[in-house]
């Protein structure tokens, strides 16, 4: 059934009609809509309407300070914001962010003399924020670390100083892989740092002495934070060793450091000891090589320069240079000048070179002094140090021709010493487990200390004469059966200690004579051809035995020495040599050589070119004896004393006007002898 629907009402005639109002009211001081002007309050009585119980929100000081930003930018950053600063940059650069972290950088590669350098309050604030921050500084953080190593912390106040050493020792325990860039950078400025790492802006000079007291305090703190240091230290300062074309003054700098750096650090001390020792081998060494370059008349100037000249005194102390300017200020340094020529620049190096030796020698002599001066202590740890040195590096090293006075001197201050020394030498000559040329050598410290040292007692010279002769005489027992003839390639060690007896023998034979207790030793007019001379028992059939052994020492040794020795063997009626030196003019070294000779029918080889050279001195001993006197200006005072010069014998060497004579003792050491017999050589008759 269809339904009626009401038509609805309009909407418009049920919806209320409300007055027109804004949606958003107008913001008054008052919180109304009425205006201000509406009301009829005053202005005056407004204060009266506050509420006395609410505080107000802000509160102006009327007296405050206003400052331009211009004038913060130009003041020193607060310590807080310093630190944050650092804290962020270190952790932002290991994500990636790199801008503040080379600002941090830039604060201490920055020159001190720059425009924009920071200021002293400046750098050290950044310094100490990186204390704190070192356990950040990982394996990413090493430019900044090294940054800081490199910075100019030497010639800076005391308190930035403090701080810095601080630092390295929180830097070395936090991250142990820092110890070597630290004790490293420590090491380059004990070698004669330049006098400008003292002289920087804004702060006040510091003198090199200073200087080398900071880099010494700050290696001692961290040696006694981290003992184990010192095994990484020890390769450092070998490598940091001057080179030896460095100037006089860079080594003499850096050896009074190392003997520094001992004293804190005695477990060094042997290998910084034998460290000096060798590199004062290579310059000795060095030295003599070049004066075999020289041409003769450049060898005698330069050895009256040596002889005349001036005495310099080095003291203990570090030598400042502040009133010559930098580091140039060492002559010596200077020897590359472009306006001489090649020999006399040669010259000028050689002589620096000497100079160098001279000052280095005397460092080690007045260093090792005071512990054999000691009376609390006999000196045996210290030469037992000098002992391993000579073993190790000198007497290996052929060409030394000054380092082993330090031995020499030393050795001397006692007579158990020169026992221990002597017997160290013999015990090497004739030690069969040890290289041919290593017991040639041993034997001529052996003859060369016997003849030279002046503590050398009688009764020692005799001891040590019969020793060496009794284990030549063994030596002819051994190994005479198998001797062909004289051979210095197979039979060195026999020449060179027979060697050793002749020319102990030309030096000290009044030790050996037994009748000189009636009156004084040196009267040599009682050894004349009138007087029968007594000599200590043994030694003529000893000498006797050796020379007219198959060896034939007489055809090896060098020809200066057996003429001296013949000439005063005749002289003091002990023996008589020249008939068997005529026959071995004769004789010709190269058809007995064991290194030319046939092995299988043993029998010389055929005579060629090369082997028929009339000069046989490469088949002939060496007249190598390592105490030849001494010449350094400088450090000779050392030996003074200590050292026996040759003298001629009155009635054999008529020339001989003065026992004492410079002039006569230097011929004869230097080989020129006006009556050494001329070798002729003759083919020996087949």
Same mark, same amino acid.
């Given at each position: 059934?269809?339904?009626?629907?009401?038509?609805?009402?309009?909407?418009?005639? =049920?919806?209320?009609?409300?007055?027109? #109002?804004?949606?958003?009211?107008?913001?008054?001081?008052?919180?109304?809509?009425?205006?201000?002007?509406?009301?009829?309050?005053?202005?005056?009585?407004?204060?009266?309407?506050?509420?006395?119980?609410?505080?107000?929100?802000?509160?102006?000081?009327?007296?405050?300070?206003?400052?331009?930003?211009?004038?913060?930018?130009?003041?020193?950053?607060?310590?807080?914001?310093?630190?944050?600063?650092?804290?962020?940059?270190?952790?932002?650069?290991?994500?990636?962010?790199?801008?503040?972290?080379?600002?941090?950088?830039?604060?201490?590669?920055?020159?001190?003399?720059?425009?924009?350098?920071?200021?002293?309050?400046?750098?050290?604030?950044?310094?100490?924020?990186?204390?704190?921050?070192?356990?950040?500084?990982?394996? =990413?953080?090493?430019?900044?670390?090294?940054?800081?190593?490199?910075?100019?912390?030497?010639?800076?106040?005391?308190?930035?100083?403090?701080?810095?050493?601080?630092?390295?020792?929180?830097?070395?325990?936090?991250?142990?892989?820092?110890?070597?860039?630290?004790?490293?950078?420590?090491?380059?400025?004990?070698?004669?740092?330049?006098?400008?790492?003292?002289?920087?802006?804004?702060?006040?000079?510091?003198?090199?002495?200073?200087?080398?007291?900071?880099?010494?305090?700050?290696?001692?703190?961290?040696?006694?934070?981290?003992?184990?240091?010192?095994?990484?230290?020890?390769?450092?300062?070998?490598?940091?060793?001057?080179?030896?074309?460095?100037? #006089?003054?860079?080594?003499?700098?850096?050896?009074?450091?190392?003997?520094?750096?001992?004293?804190?650090?005695?477990?060094?001390?042997?290998?910084?000891?034998?460290?000096?020792?060798?590199?004062?081998?290579?310059?000795?060494?060095?030295?003599?090589?070049?004066?075999?370059?020289?041409?003769?008349?450049?060898?005698?100037?330069?050895?009256?320069?040596?002889?005349?000249?001036?005495?310099?005194?080095?003291?203990?102390?570090?030598?400042?240079?502040?009133?010559?300017?930098?580091?140039?200020?060492?002559?010596?340094?200077?020897?590359?000048?472009?306006?001489?020529?090649?020999?006399?620049?040669?010259?000028?190096?050689?002589? &620096?070179?000497?100079?160098?030796?001279?000052?280095?020698?005397?460092?080690?002599?007045?260093?090792?002094?005071?512990?054999?001066?000691?009376? &609390?202590?006999?000196?045996?740890?210290?030469?037992?140090?000098?002992?391993?040195?000579?073993?190790?590096?000198?007497?290996?090293?052929?060409?030394?021709?000054?380092?082993?006075?330090?031995?020499?001197?030393?050795?001397?201050?006692?007579?158990?010493?020169?026992?221990?020394?002597?017997?160290?030498?013999?015990?090497?000559?004739?030690?069969?487990?040890?290289?041919?040329?290593?017991?040639?050598?041993?034997?001529?410290?052996?003859?060369?200390?016997?003849?030279?040292?002046?503590?050398?007692?009688?009764?020692?010279?005799?001891?040590?004469?019969?020793?060496?002769?009794?284990?030549?005489?063994?030596?002819?027992?051994?190994?005479?059966?198998?001797?062909?003839?004289?051979?210095?390639?197979?039979?060195?060690?026999?020449?060179?200690?027979?060697?050793?007896?002749?020319?102990?023998?030309?030096?000290?034979?009044?030790?050996?004579?037994?009748?000189? +207790?009636?009156?004084?030793?040196?009267?040599?007019?009682?050894?004349?051809?009138?007087?029968?001379? =007594?000599?200590?028992?043994?030694?003529?059939?000893?000498?006797?035995?050796?020379?007219?052994?198959?060896?034939?020492?007489?055809?090896?040794?060098?020809?200066?020495?057996?003429?001296?020795?013949?000439?005063?063997?005749?002289?003091?009626?002990?023996?008589?040599?020249?008939?068997?030196?005529?026959?071995?003019?004769?004789?010709?070294?190269?058809?007995?050589?064991?290194?030319?000779?046939?092995?299988?029918?043993?029998?010389?080889?055929?005579?060629?070119?090369?082997?028929?050279?009339?000069?046989?001195?490469?088949?002939?001993?060496?007249?190598?004896?390592?105490?030849?006197?001494?010449?350094?200006?400088?450090?000779?005072?050392?030996?003074?004393?200590?050292?026996?010069?040759?003298?001629?014998?009155?009635?054999?060497?008529?020339?001989?006007?003065?026992?004492?004579?410079?002039?006569?003792?230097?011929?004869?050491?230097?080989?020129?002898?006006? +009556?050494?017999?001329?070798?002729?050589?003759?083919?020996?008759?087949?």
């Amino acid at each position: 059934m269809p339904t009626s629907v009401r038509p609805a009402a309009p909407i418009a005639s =049920t919806v209320q009609k409300l007055p027109m #109002k804004p949606l958003l009211r107008r913001a008054t001081l008052s919180g109304t809509v009425r205006r201000h002007d509406e009301t009829d309050i005053s202005t005056d009585a407004e204060p009266n309407l506050a509420n006395p119980n609410k505080r107000p929100k802000v509160a102006f000081d009327p007296e405050v300070k206003v400052r331009l930003m211009e004038d913060w930018a130009s003041s020193e950053k607060a310590p807080e914001l310093i630190r944050e600063e650092v804290r962020r940059g270190i952790e932002r650069y290991s994500m990636g962010e790199t801008a503040g972290y080379e600002r941090i950088k830039e604060i201490f590669t920055i020159k001190q003399d720059a425009d924009d350098a920071p200021s002293p309050a400046t750098i050290k604030s950044y310094l100490l924020a990186l204390l704190g921050s070192v356990s950040l500084l990982k394996k =990413t953080g090493s430019s900044l670390v090294h940054a800081v190593l490199e910075c100019q912390w030497l010639g800076r106040d005391q308190a930035f100083v403090a701080v810095y050493v601080r630092f390295l020792g929180i830097l070395v325990s936090a991250r142990g892989g820092y110890v070597g860039s630290v004790l490293r950078m420590l090491v380059n400025n004990l070698c004669h740092v330049p006098l400008s790492a003292g002289r920087l802006s804004n702060y006040p000079p510091v003198r090199r002495t200073q200087i080398y007291a900071r880099v010494h305090t700050a290696l001692k703190y961290l040696l006694q934070l981290i003992p184990s240091a010192s095994a990484t230290l020890s390769p450092i300062l070998s490598a940091s060793f001057p080179h030896s074309t460095d100037s #006089k003054k860079a080594h003499t700098d850096y050896v009074q450091n190392l003997l520094k750096v001992i004293e804190y650090a005695p477990e060094l001390r042997p290998e910084v000891l034998a460290l000096i020792t060798d590199r004062l081998v290579k310059i000795d060494v060095q030295v003599q090589i070049d004066m075999d370059d020289l041409e003769d008349d450049v060898k005698e100037t330069l050895a009256g320069d040596e002889v005349h000249g001036e005495e310099r005194e080095v003291t203990g102390d570090y030598e400042d240079d502040e009133e010559l300017g930098d580091d140039e200020s060492d002559a010596s340094s200077i020897i590359s000048d472009e306006s001489v020529d090649g020999d006399a620049h040669r010259l000028k190096e050689l002589k &620096a070179n000497v100079e160098k030796m001279d000052c280095l020698l005397d460092l080690m002599f007045d260093y090792y002094t005071p512990f054999f001066a000691n009376q &609390a202590t006999d000196g045996s740890d210290d030469f037992n140090l000098l002992l391993q040195q000579f073993s190790t590096t000198i007497l290996p090293t052929y060409r030394s021709r000054h380092t082993q006075f330090i031995l020499f001197h030393f050795a001397q201050s006692s007579p158990w010493l020169i026992d221990w020394f002597t017997g160290v030498c013999i015990a090497q000559a004739f030690d069969p487990a040890r290289p041919l040329v290593l017991k040639q050598i041993a034997a001529a410290y052996v003859g060369s200390f016997v003849a030279r040292a002046a503590n050398m007692t009688k009764e020692m010279v005799r001891e040590v004469f019969r020793i060496v002769g009794a284990n030549l005489v063994n030596y002819c027992k051994k190994e005479e059966p198998e001797c062909k003839g004289p051979d210095v390639r197979r039979f060195g060690d026999f020449y060179a200690a027979t060697q050793a007896l002749l020319y102990i023998f030309c030096f000290r034979w009044k030790e050996l004579v037994i009748n000189t +207790e009636d009156g004084d030793e040196d009267d040599e007019l009682k050894y004349s051809d009138v007087c029968e001379t =007594t000599w200590v028992p043994g030694i003529k059939e000893t000498l006797h035995r050796t020379i007219y052994s198959k060896f034939n020492p007489l055809k090896v040794c060098s020809p200066l020495i057996v003429n001296q020795f013949a000439r005063l063997a005749n002289h003091l009626r002990f023996i008589y040599v020249f008939p068997l030196i005529e026959s071995n003019k004769r004789l010709r070294l190269s058809h007995t050589s064991g290194s030319t000779a046939n092995s299988t029918y043993n029998h010389p080889d055929r005579e060629t070119a090369l082997t028929a050279r009339k000069d046989e001195q490469w088949l002939e001993l060496e007249a190598y004896f390592p105490f030849d006197p001494y010449k350094l200006p400088c450090s000779k005072r050392w030996i003074d004393g200590e050292y026996v010069d040759w003298k001629g014998v009155r009635g054999l060497d008529d020339e001989v006007e003065d026992a004492d004579s410079e002039t006569d003792r230097d011929e004869y050491e230097s080989g020129d002898d006006d +009556e050494e017999v001329e070798e002729t050589e003759t083919e020996e008759e087949k």
